[in-house]
């Protein structure tokens, strides 16, 4: 309780300071909105549909793209781990790949896929694949040996032995990673469709930017935080919580 | 004249051995006591161990012999105990047996035939057991089964009557985590039970649990090994624990390890650790064992004056 007053506390604060610098004055409202600009553009803009809209397909997009990369990422990640030849060198190169932000990716995309759909996923995917290949790597050799052993022992191996063992089994070691490729995901996902006309939630900032709208610009910068922030804090914490319980890694109380 | 002259010859009985009930693949009828009446060949082992030899190399690109020419026979329905100092190379072995890893020279044969890797005919109890926690203890249990392809049917009765075997019956739903060691312990034994192999690999299966549950564990791995009939291969480091379970007592030395001496167990079953004639017999095995303790002290501590182990110590061994 006394974490959720602090909380209270913390954001009214925050919301205070905003209505005072907005009421002063200083810069012209559209530049430095007000907080009940911003809750009106919230309003208007999910009374009109167009956020809804907007979300869905942003989430469309990124769900495909970072389904996508999970799939890629965990037989690259599983292959980089089980082999020494190409730890030493696929695996450089996947850890010096990750210091390219995702959107130089884009004028490639352009190029290989023309100005589609199919671009902006292709952002996303090489966002998120490379931290979902790393910790899926990382995974794999933490995950203890015994397992893999016991599974072969009981008669499974190939694809029985990756399903039914190494996946499981090296679960709790790739969530984190699963979780930051989530997140990449999220930011390729926006940052391309700023540069697209999309219908995303990315256009539809860029849309309150053409107009001159400082608190529809506010407002979907918010509504990108949430989404982001629920996805997060939400999906992969239960998922994690869900795990460390069954594998009684935390106490089941 | 016979009227059998020009024909075949009369038929001569051909012992046909006995057909035993088997209930989900398991021998009905077996009472403790009466040893249970196993198919035993004469020509061909169950498993057989023929020149087995592994190195490897060190960090310091030593090559080190880890088993220098094994050989070993173990009869169907047989329970052979090996026993050694730590770093004999006795968990190894088990290994290869199961088909984990690959000896450098030699072979090793399961009726006759040579191993090529993992089989569901020879399952290992590991030391440290390997159950997986992400399934539920009937999950665990029907898991070679899955693997095996049987039917959601089979699997589930199956799984029902090994979880029983071990008295595990009221665990099928929880995660191992919630389990006992000696639990832990049975449901390991059930897995491996249920894909029903024809040889048991134990790695020290109880050699991390308290005296009473330990006492408790060996009465029922006898008695399963009464009901099932398999041959098992049980490796430990203590001497009355292999007296208690074993047919057979194969005593390995210390690095390389090498079959140093074998011996027959010829008293009469349930034993107890605590009895006589077991302190007796144990008595004869550490007497070997120690000399081979003191080597691997010798060299592990690398100490020049001779260390030895001192009498009191021998109730641990």
């Known amino acids: 309780m006394k974490r959720a007053a602090r909380l209270i506390v913390f954001y009214a604060g925050l919301l205070a300071l905003w209505t005072l610098l907005a009421e002063l004055k200083i810069w012209p409202p559209y530049l430095f909105p007000t907080p009940w600009g911003v809750s009106g553009a919230l309003y208007d803009g999910f009374k009109d549909h167009s956020y809804w809209i907007a979300i869905a397909v942003s989430m469309r997009r990124v769900l495909i793209g970072y389904a996508i990369s999970v799939v890629l990422g965990m037989i690259l990640g599983l292959g980089v781990a089980s082999s020494k030849f190409l730890e030493e060198t696929m695996g450089g190169l996947l850890v010096s790949l990750q210091s390219l932000p995702s959107i130089c990716w884009w004028p490639l995309a352009l190029l290989w896929f023309g100005l589609s759909q199919n671009a902006i996923l292709f952002v996303v995917v090489m966002g998120s694949l490379l931290s979902v290949t790393l910790a899926m790597e990382d995974g794999r050799k933490q995950m203890p040996k015994i397992f893999g052993m016991a599974g072969r022992n009981l008669g499974a191996s190939g694809l029985q032995l990756f399903w039914y063992v190494l996946l499981p089994a090296s679960l709790p070691f790739i969530v984190s990673g699963l979780k930051q490729g989530w997140a990449f995901a999220w930011r390729s996902l926006i940052t391309a469709e700023m540069l697209y006309l999309s219908l995303g939630l990315g256009q539809v900032l860029m849309m309150g930017r053409d107009l001159n709208d400082m608190s529809a610009v506010i407002a979907v910068m918010l509504l990108i935080i949430a989404i982001g922030y629920v996805v997060d804090g939400v999906v992969f914490k239960s998922m994690e919580r869900h795990l460390q319980h069954k594998w009684g890694l935390i106490s089941s109380t | ?317």
């Open chain 2, 1 to 317: 004249m016979s009227t059998n002259a020009h024909n075949f010859p009369a038929r001569v009985p051909i012992p046909v051995e006995p057909l035993t009930p088997f209930v989900a693949g398991v021998r009905k009828k077996a009472a403790l006591g009466s040893r249970p009446m196993h198919k035993i060949s004469l020509e061909v082992p169950k498993v057989g161990l023929s020149d087995i030899c592994l190195s490897y190399r060190t960090q310091s690109e030593e090559r080190l012999l880890a088993l220098d020419h094994i050989n070993l026979q173990v009869k169907a329905g047989e329970f052979l105990c090996i026993v050694g100092p730590s770093g004999c190379g006795k968990s190894t072995l088990l290994h290869l047996i199961a088909g984990l890893h690959q000896q450098t020279s030699g072979e090793v044969l399961i009726d006759g035939k040579r191993v090529q890797g993992p089989g569901t005919d020879r399952i290992l109890i590991f030391q440290e057991l390997g159950l997986f926690p992400w399934l539920t203890v009937g999950q665990n249990v029907e898991f070679g089964m899955k693997m095996k392809g049987l039917s959601k049917a089979e699997r589930e009765e199956k799984t029902q009557y090994y979880l029983r075997l071990v008295h595990l019956s009221q665990f099928k739903d929880s995660y191992t985590h919630q389990l006992s060691g000696g639990m832990r312990q049975r449901v390991a034994l059930a897995r491996a039970l249920a894909t029903e192999p024809d040889v048991l690999l134990m790695d020290e299966p109880f050699a991390a649990l308290d005296a009473q549950t330990r006492d408790l564990l060996h009465d029922e791995l006898e008695r399963i090994w009464f009901e099932t009939g398999r041959t098992i291969i049980f490796v430990t480091h203590n001497v009355r624990e292999a007296i208690r379970l074993g047919d057979r007592v194969a005593l390995l030395t210390f690095r390389p390890g090498r079959v140093k001496r074998e011996f027959p167990i010829d008293l009469p079953r349930p034993r107890v650790l605590e009895d006589t004639h077991v302190a007796l017999a144990a008595r004869e095995i550490l007497g070997e064992l120690r000399e081979e303790i003191n080597r691997s002290l010798e060299v592990e501590y690398n100490v020049g004056v001779k260390p030895h182990v001192e009498a009191g110590v021998e109730e641990q061994i």
